[in-house]
Nanobody, 127 residues
Framework: QVQLVESGGGSVQAGGSLGLSCTAS????????MGWYRQAPGNECELVSA???????YYADSVKGRFTISQDNAKNMVYLQMNSLKPEDTAVYYC?????????????????????WGQGTQVTVSS
């Protein structure tokens, strides 16, 4: 059974930093791609950042230059360092693992085979 455990969410003032981490276990496929989506109330699900097993990364335009994604392949872990946070970054952040590159989706939930999601962690940025 695949399990994704996220940690590191919380509350911070604008301009501050937070780091998210996620550990995946029970994965049956090799070389998973991992990443983070987020969803704020009233908004669609947004692919924030992703990293492929090759190390290739993706960032949404809204977070480029502020967020950094990294991974530990041996441990099936992915990290998201978030700097210069803004109130509009407030959302529930979900860790996702997939054997294929992550893609945009309207709803923050599994949308294809072997697409696994964590329970979500709240990030709140106050102005």
């Amino acid at each position: 059974q695949v399990q994704l455990v996220e940690s590191g969410g919380g509350s911070v003032q604008a301009g501050g930093s937070l780091g998210l981490s996620c550990t995946a276990s029970g994965i049956s496929f090799a070389d998973p791609d991992m990443g983070w989506y987020r969803q704020a109330p009233g908004n669609e699900c947004e692919l924030v950042s992703a990293i492929e097993d090759s190390g290739r990364t993706y960032y949404a335009d809204s977070v480029k230059g502020r967020f950094t994604i990294s991974q530990d392949n041996a441990k099936n872990m992915v990290y998201l360092q978030m700097n210069s946070l803004k109130p509009e970054d407030t959302a529930v952040y979900y860790c996702v693992v997939d054997p294929h590159p992550l893609v945009a989706t309207m709803l923050c939930r599994p949308h294809r085979a072997n697409n696994y999601w964590g329970q979500g962690t709240q990030v709140t940025v106050s102005s």
